[in-house]
């Protein structure tokens, strides 16, 4: 059985597919993800990725602690956790926009990717945690982005103490754009990926990387690299043609999808 499922298409899907381990992510399924993700992310015909997993009980328990049990020597498991880091990276670097759609159990590793996607949608049966200092860890890697989203003293607690949270108090938390019953997920995954490709392609593309960007920087810094963002956003093809479209009252017709 593959690590991963696909679908692909202008929205490509991808799934955890280990379900009999809560898709847990050994270094087998973290490098399978990494080498797809680079390789979607510089496919020009994939407008949106949703990111989800196989299975009813978990979208990802985190980490695969019997790899973890079994690691041995310093270099072995800076390699593991450097990979984990590394799919991180990725899954956040991709050009284009990225959905979640996570259920169940989204812990450790698994709470790390849903944080790691552009915009997240959850089943009503989620639920999220840091659980890793039950077993002697602890979230070093996913604290990073999990704390840009639900600020640092939320990210702690869920660290030092390892409880789970519902997808309620994440929704609250601002760590999930929509909640939906567990059998509408992908439904509304599909759904929200349209909504962006009625959009420009390109544009959205150059609108993710300007608030990727603006993220970690000083306001004044931020809004001098937007500013000069959105003047190539006016100054393109698409822009020009969406302009005219909506002038004219038709559908825009955006030449980056045309291939140009």
């Keep these: 059985m593959s690590n991963l499922k696909v679908i692909k298409?202008?929205?490509?899907?991808?799934a955890i597919n280990r379900p009999e381990v809560r898709n847990a992510l050994n270094t087998e399924t973290i490098e399978e993800l990494i080498t797809l993700l680079e390789?979607?992310?510089?496919?020009?015909?994939?407008?949106?990725?949703?990111?989800?997993?196989?299975?009813?009980?978990?979208?990802?328990?985190?980490?695969?602690?019997?790899?973890v049990r079994a690691l041995s020597g310093e270099d072995a498991v800076r390699s593991y956790f450097g990979n984990m880091a590394r799919l991180i990276g990725t899954l956040q670097n991709l050009p284009q926009p990225v959905i979640g759609a996570?259920?169940?159990?989204?812990?450790?590793?698994?709470?790390g990717l849903a944080a790691g996607v552009d915009l997240l949608i959850a089943a009503?049966?989620?639920?999220?945690?840091?659980p890793e200092v039950k077993v002697g860890l602890y979230p070093m890697v996913v604290t990073a982005p999990i704390s840009r989203?639900?600020?640092?003293?939320?990210?702690?607690e869920l660290g030092l103490t390892g409880k789970m949270i519902d997808v309620k108090e994440a929704?609250?938390?601002g760590f999930v754009n929509r909640v939906v019953p567990k059998a509408e997920l992908m439904n509304e995954a599909h759904r929200m990926a349209e909504e962006i490709r009625a959009g420009s392609p390109f544009i959205a593309r150059l609108g993710k990387e300007g608030w990727r960007l603006a993220q970690d920087m000083e306001m004044g810094r931020a809004m001098e690299m937007l500013k000069n963002l959105v003047s190539m956003v006016a100054l393109s093809e698409d822009s020009q043609e969406g302009v005219s479209a909506f002038v004219e009252k038709r559908a825009p017709e955006w030449p980056s999808r045309q291939g140009r």
């Design 9 to 14: 298409g202008p929205v490509t899907e991808v």
């Design 39 to 67: 390789a979607v992310g510089s496919d020009p015909a994939v407008e949106v990725v949703i990111l989800t997993g196989t299975g009813e009980r978990a979208f990802c328990a985190g980490a695969d602690l019997s790899e």
């Design 102 to 111: 996570v259920f169940g159990y989204t812990l450790a590793g698994g709470m």
């Design 124 to 130: 009503d049966d989620t639920r999220f945690g840091l």
């Design 149 to 156: 989203l639900i600020g640092p003293r939320r990210a702690l």
């Design 171 to 173: 929704t609250e938390w």
